[in-house]
């Protein structure tokens, strides 16, 4: 039933700034107590929390990325965005959102989508 869906472009240069969206559906972003993550994992590491939005609209980054990431949502469309500024190299990976049940728990998962940054 619940199925998230990130697009996006796929390319984008250095200090350009990325943005992706997730399409939710079979739940709304605003339902109570459910949370909205983007994840992303570089080549060969692990995953990496980028931040969340609460179904009430408040936001929460990792520190070492919260300088440079916004996240917001659409709730008309039930959608929900991730902006990275000023992005590198080191920002390739393939992007995830995700349903955020609790920290470090989440249950539903975007296929993902590969952002390349280079030149």
């Known amino acids: 039933q619940v199925q998230l869906q990130e697009s996006g472009p796929g390319l984008v240069k250095p200090s350009q700034t990325l943005s992706l969206t997730c399409t939710v559906s079979g739940v709304s972003i605003t339902t109570n107590f459910f949370y909205w993550s983007w994840i992303r994992q570089p080549p060969g590491k692990g995953l990496e929390w980028m931040g969340t939005?609460?179904?009430?609209?408040?936001?929460y980054y990792t520190p070492s990325l919260k300088s440079q990431t916004s996240i917001s949502r659409d709730t008309s469309k039930n959608q929900f965005t991730l902006q990275l500024t000023s992005v590198a190299p080191e920002d390739t990976a393939v992007y995830y959102c995700?349903?955020?049940?609790?920290?470090?728990?989440?249950?539903?998962w975007g296929q993902g989508t590969q952002v390349t940054v280079s030149s």
């Open positions: 939005i609460y179904y009430s609209g408040t936001t």
């Open positions: 995700v349903r955020t049940r609790s920290t470090w728990y989440h249950d539903y």
